[in-house]
């Protein structure tokens, strides 16, 4: 019957729907330029996307747990700035973890607020946006940030070095990867996260402390705020104020593109690194294709709309629906 | 009546990955007839009827209306074909008023769209008078209690003009005094012409109520009874296969220490200086109209309110209970009145839900022991013989009586001192009813302090060594399982105190 084929690739498109336009998206990029799957475009992609990944590693706790975090961005801005800047004034190896000290100080803060005293998790993390902002613009008076004898540092190791032939970056997100995902899929924590974002009432009704898991989510997430930090001071070694700025929007659409619903509850680790490549070859396709690098803002935009619509779709289990 | 049937169902076939729910089921209602749907837990009768409703699609089999095939494109189309669904689970807007819910989709408009209140608020109000309701319809559903949600559900059902209504389970959490009225509301649907399916676990209700009976079992229709001409054990044995085992009979407790004291207990207006005992290998149930204070004492023992006044005593020591965590500390367990908003995560699957509570212990070295896990929800599966195709099922998919089941599940396998239950056979079928009736009993046997809250007076009196009757959040009087007859229970809940203290 051929309503019946229509509706189940109605379903296909709705379960499957990231997937078919990803590899569509492919296909059309390689076709239009040959080196696009080449070895070289396939690493460069996976390196220029590992610091957002880092960051997207961290958000996916905070949205699993039925929360989201725009400071991000701003957030990675102000670790950037501050570790860049302590470099010469403390030494790397006491400014790495002062940097982390401060961030995850930040996030302690916006885990509180979501946390403890239950506040909505989009306005306290869009204040915090503009809030880390004025903190790094005040930290830095404003001027751009460079280290003094970039040469002589070993502190470009992380965003510069390789190991075994690897480049720093990408050890570093997929350890990170590896061990997050373990924490998340393997721990009690995990479980508690997942049942604090599926049905926050029912979580509180077994006896697990609420508040204590998404503070410990926005701690996570400003942790891998504060990796990707290093990893961008590492690699320039100077920084503008505003380096972060707009990763947060990237971030959430890698998340939601791998599949995590921002309703709490679902995803997982492995699909946001999924989520995570896809956004950088879709960026880098629109790139070698010869579009400039600003059609990424928009087609970034029409990707989260195509992802949180799908994601809908997908619950109703059809694509368009009459009831809300 | 006439002969056409009022709505038809023909060889509905509808499966879900790893279950065929629904394996070529007929089914049809007269229109001025009231046809009870009875089956086990997952036996398909919400299936059938979400296939009728316009909420799932069949793969399989036709459907009509008045004997003109109709397809059911979703559940508006449904009720603008004039068919109308009450769910078990209740489907309304908390952020929304009772008026908004009732006429959700079809608010009365005056010029340039504009949504007409006054009009809106007086049919509301005038549908939740005609189901004896006296909160005002401007009231946001999310500040009802379940009972009077449950109304507003019902409510809605008065707005069309149905050619059939289905009821799915809707006294689940109705009172005695609500039912009456429900029954008043479908007595007035048989007479106006209109078709009634009714699903319920409760035979009482389906033999008071309805004209007819249809039986399903495991997805197939296994044929139909005049209620009439029948009786509960034929109805029993269409639907389970043999007859109800017998229930053990209560073995008078063998009665220890005192687990848990309550001295003088109260919460704001919720409930006021209520005191009472359970032993060790005791069940006390606790019987009252709905916003009796039942719920919010067990609330309050969990660690969910704070107490305004009085003392709680575990083993003789008095302790303070801020949190659920101190209460499991404490070794109390809570089955919650409301299984898919307190109990359970709907988007997790069987097992994970079923050790929530214990996750933290369930480990080996740094991480959860899949083993252990498996081990808790086989064993609680096959002892309340949860219907489900694995672990790895969301709960979410499983019928509402083996989700209830999950939650039962759950707090037994904590092992508590005391167990508190709180309507703990919602939506259960009767032949697992009977089976968690002798595990409370079994529990008590062991050695566990029980707690049962319930709305339904057999539950009560069956499991019960001792009945706390309430009133208006105070206990009225205690009765001993001697003493106690639904004569005295029903004054005693009614708030009429007798001079005879138990
Ligand atoms: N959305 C779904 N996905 C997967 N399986 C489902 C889904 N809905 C129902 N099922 C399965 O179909 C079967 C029939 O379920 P249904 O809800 O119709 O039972 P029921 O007769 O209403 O039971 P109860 O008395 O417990 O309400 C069950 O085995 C259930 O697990
Ligand atoms: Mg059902």
Not at chain 2, 322 to 343: M, N, T
Request: charged share 20%.
């Amino acid at each position: 019957m051929a309503e019946t084929r229509a509706k189940t690739i109605g379903q296909f498109l709705a379960r499957q729907g990231i997937l078919v336009a990803f590899v569509l998206f492919m296909i059309g990029f390689a076709l239009a330029n040959g080196r696009f799957l080449g070895i070289d475009n396939i690493m460069g992609v996976v390196r220029s996307s590992a610091i957002l990944g880092v960051i997207a590693l961290g958000v996916t706790f905070v949205v699993i747990s039925g929360n989201l975090d725009l400071s991000v961005g701003s957030m990675m801005s102000f670790s950037t700035i501050v570790v860049l800047d302590l470099h010469d004034k403390i030494g790397p190896a006491l400014a790495i973890p002062a940097m982390f000290a401060m961030t995850m100080a930040l996030g302690a803060l916006i885990g509180f607020l979501v946390g403890y005293l239950k506040l909505n998790s989009l306005i306290v993390t869009l204040g915090m946006l503009s809030a880390i902002h004025g903190l790094t613009l005040t930290y830095s008076g404003g001027k751009n940030m460079d280290i003094d004898d970039k040469a002589g540092t070993w502190f470009s190791f992380f965003g510069q070095d390789s190991v075994l032939g690897i480049p720093v970056p990408i050890l570093v997100i997929a350890l990170l990867a590896v061990l997050l995902s373990l924490l998340l899929s393997r721990t009690p924590f995990g479980r508690k996260v997942y049942a604090v974002g599926g049905n926050g009432v029912a979580a509180t009704f077994s006896g697990i402390p609420r508040a204590r898991v998404v503070f410990m989510c926005y701690l996570i997430s400003a942790f891998c705020v504060a990796v990707a930090g290093l990893l961008q001071a590492s690699r320039s070694l100077g920084s503008q104020n505003t380096v972060g700025q707009g990763t947060e929007l990237d971030v959430l659409a890698a998340v939601i593109l791998g599949g995590a619903s921002l309703l709490g509850g679902s995803g997982t680790i492995f699909k946001t690194v999924i989520g995570v490549l896809i956004l950088g070859f879709i960026q880098n396709g629109l790139l070698l294709v010869g579009l400039a690098f600003y059609v990424q803002y928009v087609v970034t935009w029409v990707i989260i709309i195509l992802a949180v619509w799908l994601d809908i779709a997908a619950k109703r289990g059809r694509l368009l629906s009459p009831i809300a | 009546m006439t002969d056409i049937p009022a709505l038809r169902l023909q060889d509905i076939v509808k499966t879900f990955p790893g279950v065929r729910a629904l394996d070529g089921v007929s089914f049809q209602v007269m229109p001025g007839e009231v046809h009870a749907l009875l089956g086990e837990n997952g036996a398909g009768k919400s299936t059938l009827m979400k296939v009728l409703g316009g909420i799932h699609q069949p793969d399989e089999g036709k459907i009509f209306i008045a004997e003109q095939p109709a397809i059911m494109k979703s559940p508006l189309d449904a009720k603008s074909k004039g068919v109308v669904f009450i769910h078990q689970e209740l489907s309304l807007a908390d952020e929304l008023s009772a008026a908004e819910n009732i006429y959700l989709g079809e608010l009365p408009r005056k010029s340039f769209g504009r949504v007409d209140w006054k009009t809106l608020y007086e049919k509301s109000d005038a549908i939740l008078a005609r189901l004896k309701c006296s909160f005002d319809s401007r009231k946001l559903v999310g500040d009802l209690s379940i009972a009077n949600k449950q109304m507003v559900e019902i409510a809605r059902a008065l707005t069309v003009d149905a050619k059939a209504v289905i009821f799915d389970e809707p006294t689940a959490s109705l009172t005695d005094a609500e039912k009456v009225v429900l029954f008043d509301v479908i007595n007035d649907l048989r007479s106006d012409g209109v078709g009634v399916v009714y699903i319920s676990h409760r035979m009482d209700e389906i033999f008071t109520i309805s004209d007819k009976i249809s039986v399903l079992r495991d997805g197939s229709y296994r044929g139909s009874l005049v209620t009439a001409d029948t009786d509960e054990d034929e109805v029993t044995k269409l639907m389970i296969g043999r007859s109800l085992d017998s229930e053990n009979p209560i073995v008078p407790a063998k009665k220890g220490p005192i687990a848990l004291e309550v001295q003088g207990l109260s919460c704001g207006d919720l409930f006021q200086n209520v005191s009472f005992k359970v032993h060790e290998g005791e069940v006390v149930g606790f019987y009252g109209l709905v916003g009796a204070g039942r719920t919010e004492i067990a609330e309050t023992l969990f660690g969910l309110r704070a107490p305004s006044a009085g003392k709680i005593l575990l083993e003789g020591k008095e302790v303070k209970i801020a949190s659920p965590i101190e209460a499991i500390g404490h070794g109390i367990s809570l089955v919650p009145e409301d299984r898919k908003g307190q109990g359970l995560v709907l988007g997790m699957n069987c097992k994970d839900n079923m050790t929530l509570p214990q996750i933290s212990d369930l480990t080996a070295g740094p991480f959860v022991s899949d083993g252990a896990e498996v081990a808790i929800f086989d064993q609680y599966r096959d002892r309340l013989q949860i219907k489900t195709p694995g672990w790895r099922q969301k709960v979410g998919n499983l019928s509402g009586g083996n989700q209830q089941k999950i939650v039962i599940g759950k707090w037994l396998s904590m092992a508590p001192k005391v167990l508190i239950v709180d309507e703990p056979t919602r939506g259960i079928d009767v032949g697992s009813k009977a089976e968690i009736h002798n595990l409370i009993r079994d529990l008590a046997s062991q050695g566990y302090a029980v707690i049962v809250i319930s709305s339904e007076m057999p539950e009560v009196l069956r499991v019960s060594d001792r009945v706390v009757a309430m009133f208006h959040g105070e206990i009225i009087r205690e009765f001993t399982s001697d003493e106690v007859n639904e004569d005295n229970l029903v004054q005693a809940i009614s708030g009429i105190r007798t001079t005879k203290v138990a």
